[in-house]
């Protein structure tokens, strides 16, 4: 329970008792107001409201001194993962340089920004991975912390998505580096698993972080343009249980930050509603195809985004910004309330769209298998 609570629950719990009492016993109000009253005060101190979260204790990442040749960055890591990690040229150049525009490939919001706006987007990414509630952790073999040896191509990779998803945003981000978040890298797949990592990587409520396998922060960028991009993902998840409006981890409502009136400022009412709209389209159309009814379009999302509503938020999330011109093409509520949410429309850096996604969901629906029973449900309006 978020401690924003404490005492209104516990004013509510005092004058509740104090009225049973009052009503019940009149002749010893006073005294049971002030037994009451100072139970309350005690419980607010001792009673454990919150649930303790099994958070990794802080590593201070202090960038380490940079290599002298992209020769010298891909030995590292090469030694540090096992030579399972092959990070892309530009990584390595901006390792060697230091110069943000060696990155560029990883961050498609730069095609839609001018000059000044670019240097504007590298500052927050320095920004972010400078934050003191920026905690990115490398972590080796049998928990072995790494962190000191972490490259800044890795730390700027994650803080650089941070960056994208809320550049027009910035008061949410605000909101969100209010506290301290935490990103978990691996070495290697055993390292990840080790330490408890499922798949190739996770949001780990319990210590309310992401975990990933280093090679994947880099898998999609092989192409011309970026692909998949587990990160994107992941962070959907993270953004699920994000509550923005007590700064605190735990709620996942399949909502994104700005979504809920409990979110204070960074409410966005006008998002709300066309993402309800546009979710429920999305599940009436998986519904149809479930019901072997084909008449109606195909939804967006694979059925894995369909079990349960933290996989809709982190697949559809990853989608807006890898697929925003098929989004908008089949439900245009649902792009739109991304587009009014983050403030960007990323259809202005993606002349065409990362294809895969869109080819493997429309194939499986094409074949006319029954998808498995749908776990969504639709936020009230």
């Known amino acids: 329970m978020s401690y924003r609570y404490k005492i209104p629950i516990l004013l509510l719990i005092a004058l ?72 892309q040229l530009g990584a390595l150049n901006f390792m060697v340089t230091e110069n943000s525009r060696a990155l560029d490939h990883y961050f498609p919001i730069v095609k839609m920004l001018s000059e000044p706006e670019i240097e504007s987007f590298y500052q927050l990414v320095q920004h972010i991975a400078e934050h003191p509630n920026f905690d990115i952790q490398l972590i080796g073999s049998n928990r072995e912390d790494l962190t000191s040896r972490l490259p800044i191509a890795a730390c700027y990779l994650v803080a650089g998505h941070l960056a994208e998803t809320f550049f027009f945003r910035q008061n949410m981000l605000q909101r969100f580096l209010s506290m301290p978040r935490h990103f978990q890298l691996y070495t290697t797949f055993e390292a990840f698993h080790q330490d408890g990592g499922v798949k190739g990587g ?49 709620r996942t409502e399949g909502l994104y930050p700005g979504l809920s009136p409990r979110d204070g400022e960074v409410f966005n009412p006008k998002a709300r509603d066309l993402f309800i709209k546009g979710k429920r389209l999305e599940l009436d159309r998986y519904l149809a195809r479930h019901n072997g009814d084909f008449s109606q379009p195909i939804p967006i999302g694979s059925p894995y985004v369909f079990q349960n509503n933290g996989e809709f938020v982190a697949g559809y999330f990853e989608a807006f910004f890898r697929n925003p011109n098929y989004i908008a093409s ?51 309006d």
Not at 18 to 35: H, M
Not at 359 to 369: D, S, V
């Open 202 to 250: 996770c949001y780990n409520p319990n210590r309310e972080c992401i975990q990933l396998v280093l090679a994947r922060l880099f898998e999609g960028f092989n192409g011309a343009t970026p692909g998949v991009c587990p990160f994107l993902h992941e962070l959907g998840h993270m953004l699920d249980h994000f509550d923005a409006g007590s700064g605190s981890m735990g």
């Open 330 to 380: 089949q439900n245009q509520d649902l792009f739109d309330a991304y587009v009014e949410l983050f403030g960007c429309d990323p259809r202005k850096a993606w002349k065409e769209d990362f294809p895969n996604y869109v080819k493997k969901n429309r194939e499986f629906y094409l074949k006319g298998e029954k998808p498995p029973k749908a776990g969504l449900t639709i936020p009230e």
């Open 16 to 87: 509740a008792a104090f009225w049973t009492v009052s009503v019940s016993l009149p002749g010893l109000t006073l005294i049971s107001g002030l037994v009451i009253s100072g139970a309350a005060v005690l419980a607010y101190f001792f009673f454990p409201w919150k649930v303790p979260v099994n958070t990794a204790p802080r590593r201070e990442y202090k960038k380490p001194e940079p290599p002298k040749s992209v020769e010298e960055a891909h030995k590292q890591f090469e030694e540090l993962t096992s030579n399972q990690c092959q990070p």
